[in-house]
């Protein structure tokens, strides 16, 4: 039979360990949030703007003798407001700023997300990623892969390109936060 254990994201389900990850994702509009999203949990691209239609989409990792179960939040065109209600970020293990290659505006954007952002997160407990979207438009590249990189870097992020389009990259990046989340986790648990 199912266990829970009371106060822990942990649960147990027989002898398989399932741990819940609410994974939120920012960014400006049509950089590809709802599309990372929807690569995410149904590996799938479409070409008009994705509605997720619902508060998230899910998807479970598993890593060794852990399993994940994501809930993916995407903002809901909230953005365009340039912020999203607190609530959003509430609990979140992990959050993803989204920026798209061939807009440098989107990248000058996602620093203010960061910003943004860390008023909202607890460091060393939210597992944050800075991710350039959209690599399958290579002719039109704005941001430099090396831009990207320094300014995680600079934060501490993972950093990771992606297309949602292709697939590029999407499931090592949910697999990167799978196993950064994990490792927090185990490390509050010790
Ligand atoms: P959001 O507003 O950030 O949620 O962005 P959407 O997911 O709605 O995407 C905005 C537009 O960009 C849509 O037309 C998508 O089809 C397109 N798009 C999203 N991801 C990619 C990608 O990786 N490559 C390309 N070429 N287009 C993308």
């Given at each position: 039979m199912a266990e829970k254990k009371v106060g822990s994201r942990r649960e147990f389900l027989g002898k398989a360990s399932a741990l819940r990850v609410k994974m939120v994702i920012l960014g400006?509009?049509?950089?590809?949030k709802s599309s990372l999203a929807l690569r995410f949990s149904k590996d799938e691209f479409k070409?008009?703007?994705?509605?997720?239609?619902?508060a998230y989409l899910t998807q479970v990792v598993c890593l060794h003798d852990v399993t994940l179960r994501f809930e993916i939040w995407d903002t809901a065109g909230q953005e365009k407001y340039h912020s999203v209600t607190p609530l959003y970020y509430r609990g979140a293990h992990a959050a993803l700023v989204v920026y798209d290659i061939s807009k440098r505006e989107s990248f000058v954007r996602a620093q203010l997300w960061l910003r943004e952002l860390e008023k909202h997160y607890i460091p060393g407990e939210t597992v944050v990623g800075l991710v350039g979207n959209k690599t399958d438009l290579p002719n039109i590249r704005q941001v430099s892969l090396q831009e990207g990189q320094s300014l995680a870097e600079s934060k501490g992020l993972v950093f990771m390109e992606t297309s949602?389009?292709?697939?590029?990259?999407t499931s090592e990046l949910l697999l990167n936060i799978a196993h950064r989340v994990n490792q927090r986790t185990m490390d509050k648990d010790r």
């Open positions: 400006s509009s049509g950089v590809g070409n008009s703007s994705p509605t997720v239609g619902c949602a389009k292709s697939g590029e990259q």
